[in-house]
T-cell receptor, first 114, second 117 residues
Framework: AQSVTQLGSHVSVSEGALVLLRCNYS??????LFWYVQYPNQGLQLLLKYTTGATLVKGINGFEAEFKKSETSFHLTKPSAHMSDAAEYFC????????????FGTGTRLQVTL | GAVVSQHPSWVICKSGTSVKIECRSL??????MFWYRQFPKQSLMLMATSNEGSKATYEQGVEKDKFLINHASLTLSTLTVTSAHPEDSSFYIC?????????????FGQGTRLTVV
């Protein structure tokens, strides 16, 4: 079984400040890990993913995440927040395979203030 | 990236009627699609896995007779909410992966907001 825990349902940062969104996972097999962003009334857009290889993954819009097996974590960071980053962020895990379903965390709403 | 399109984007229906939501893969063939449901300010919950040419696989607790899924072609899956009730009001999202590509991401449709009145 797999599960994802996102700590903090709501995170608020100032524009230009560091963004840190936390994600911990549980998986009985090596996981594939994803971060998605969702804007209001829209579907999900992939920010980045970890499958194998380098544990520090860079994604779109300046976001990156580091897979830490020892900590079972995949935290999402961005050095400097922008107003346009305000959205809902979901961490997800899947088993290996081409048609594996995703298990999502409960989401973290990022607010960016002036 | 691959494109998944949902239609309609939003729909309002009367209680007791049925509503069909379409999910199309526009530039690839999807043997498997996934249907999710999202309640306000909550995460996405997988409802079912739609398999082309065969029956859908439903998650525990999802009524298969209420949420009918048909995946008749490699580019189209449909979700029909039968005899809809206000508690079925939700945001429904589909996704698909490009087959034959290991480690590939899932591409999501833009979602359908269903309101049952």
């Amino acid at each position: 079984a797999q599960s994802v825990t996102q700590l903090g349902s709501h995170v608020s940062v100032s524009e230009g400040a560091l963004v840190l969104l936390r994600c911990n996972y549980s998986s009985s097999v090596p996981p594939y890990l994803f971060w998605y962003v969702q804007y209001p009334n829209q579907g999900l857009q992939l920010l980045l993913k970890y499958t194998t290889g380098a544990t520090l993954v860079k994604g779109i819009n300046g976001f990156e995440a580091e897979f830490k097996k020892s900590e079972t974590s995949f935290h999402l960071t961005k050095p400097s927040a922008h107003m346009s980053d305000a959205a809902e962020y979901f961490c997800a895990v899947s088993r290996t395979g081409t048609a594996s379903k995703l298990t999502f965390g409960t989401g973290t709403r990022l607010q960016v203030t002036l | 990236g691959a494109v998944v399109s949902q239609h309609p984007s939003w729909v309002i229906c009367k209680s007791g009627t049925s509503v069909k939501i379409e999910c199309r893969s526009l530039d690839f063939q999807a043997t498997t699609m996934f249907w999710y449901r999202q309640f306000p300010k909550q995460s996405l919950m997988l409802m079912a896995t739609s398999n082309e040419g065969s029956k859908a696989t439903y998650e525990q607790g999802v009524e298969k007779d209420k949420f009918l899924i048909n995946h008749a072609s490699l580019t189209l899956s449909t979700l029909t909410v039968t005899s809809a009730h206000p508690e079925d009001s939700s945001f429904y999202i589909c996704s698909a992966r490009v087959p034959g590509q290991a480690n590939t991401e899932a591409f999501f449709g833009q979602g359908t907001r269903l309101t049952v009145v």
